[in-house]
């Protein structure tokens, strides 16, 4: 499995995004997908995840702005950030379980997204 992801940039504060996570490979084997962000010099912080039904579960500190969702015909998932702040500033990865679970064990590139 292979992770795509564009969208990341740089924007105001109040401002909204959408980020994209484009699934190649055996896409029929996966099952959870979720979106971290890291910070450098800080841990990796889980935003939230989607199972195959399109369940859905989101750190407590973020589910007001955020929203994570998921295409299976497009093997794409999204995250949907609304009113941005400046401590959302950080490298954003989305990940998949390609073994039909829910840990994940496949990561994208990284995306950065820049408040300001």
């Known amino acids: 499995v292979q992770l795509v992801e564009s969208g990341g940039e740089s924007v105001q504060a109040g401002g909204s995004l959408r980020l994209s996570c484009v699934a190649s490979?055996?896409?029929?084997?996966?099952?959870?997908m979720g979106w971290f962000r890291q910070v450098p010099g800080l841990e990796r912080e889980g935003i939230g995840s989607?199972?195959?039904?399109?369940?859905?579960t989101y750190a407590d500190s973020l589910k007001a702005r955020f929203t994570i969702s998921r295409d299976n015909a497009k093997s794409t998932l999204y995250l949907q950030m609304n009113n941005l702040k400046p401590e959302d500033t950080a490298m954003y990865y989305c990940?998949?379980?390609?073994?039909?679970?829910?840990?994940?064990?496949?990561w994208s590139q990284g995306t950065q997204v820049t408040v300001s």
């Open positions: 990940a998949a379980d390609g073994g039909g679970g829910c840990l994940p064990n496949y």
């Open positions: 490979g055996a896409t029929q084997d996966i099952g959870c």
């Open positions: 989607i199972d195959s039904d399109g369940i859905t």
